[in-house]
């Protein structure tokens, strides 16, 4: 899995690429987390064009950065 992050206007997009797996889902988990609570970030966008496999725990993940914005 590959993540990169850039910005276009007020958003930051988390460019993800390959399987977000049980073994790389905590990589996910910590960008999103410290773009949406270390750092304040108004909008998130999770780019999931290039993921061909989520598992449980990548989908977690993804529920957690959620919660976090919504709680910000």
């Given at each position: ?31 999103l987390?410290d ?18 496999y ?19």
């Amino acid at each position: 899995m590959n993540l990169l992050t850039r910005q276009s206007g007020d958003a930051t997009i988390v460019d993800v690429a390959g399987d977000i797996t049980v073994y790389r889902s905590p990589e996910l988990r910590k960008i999103l987390l410290d773009l949406i609570k270390d750092k304040k970030t108004h909008y998130v966008i999770v780019n999931l064009t290039q993921v061909p496999y989520i598992d449980s725990a990548g989908v977690a993940s993804l529920i957690e950065g959620l919660k976090a914005a919504r709680d910000a």
